[in-house]
């Protein structure tokens, strides 16, 4: 059994203290207006239930509840579901804390399943993985999954050598103080002087390999103009 991500320490913490997620439900509803446009066109239908991987503060979460009857809104952070309960479309929402890779829905029960800006924030690939696994398994046969992570090409990365080694340097660094984070945490420090994450840049090879390994057809990727240029992947079940 997969266990829960080390990065869950983090933004458990940065939960507790409003870092790094934004509630800007207008930018939610603008940028949901531009998926579902997308989804219409692979053809969503029906849209009754959604789960939502890593709802925030709910800035997405609140525009999905327009169009859904039910969102199954998910989290690490007790504090970022507390916020998200209090959006104008709470009523349509229901709210999980995730202690493991596990989505707590029963099998082909979901028309959507959409995660965005979450999964290049675990460090433990074994739990991206685990993830996209219990997507295929809460969806229904022809529904959709959109899975926001940054690819060279889009989030303002060209892929040139320069900026390749530039950014792998900054890894390496990042791995370390991260780790002394981590640390600091778990020993009970909450507000220390910087503010550090795990970020990963994804292979759309590897993606859409390992979508189809589990389950999904038709995978695509898409550079949709959002915030300069964003990438998501959409694959079908």
Known sequence: MIKSSASDIEWRTYGELDYGASDNLSAGLEEWSLLKAHLHQLGLDPMQTCVELGCGSGRLTNALAQDF???????V???RLTITNRVPNSKNIVFHLLQKPIIPLPDDTCDLCIS???????SDLRV???YFCEMSRILRSGGLAVIHVP???AHGMTGSLSEVALR?????VKKGVLSVTRGLMRAGMRRLP???????VFNFVWLSEALCSRGFSSVELRILPWAGG???VFARN
């Not at 965005?116 to 675990?122: G, K, S």
């Not at 910087?194 to 990963?200: A, C, E």
């Open 151 to 153: 690819v060279v090409g």
């Open 77 to 79: 952070s007790p504090h």
């Open 69 to 75: 009857a039910v969102v199954h809104a998910l989290d």
């Open 128 to 130: 991206v993985e685990n």
């Open 194 to 200: 910087w503010k550090i994450d795990h970020y990963r």
């Open 168 to 172: 792998r340097t900054k890894e390496f």
């Open 116 to 122: 965005t800006h979450v999964l290049q924030h675990v």
């Open 230 to 232: 964003h990438s998501y």
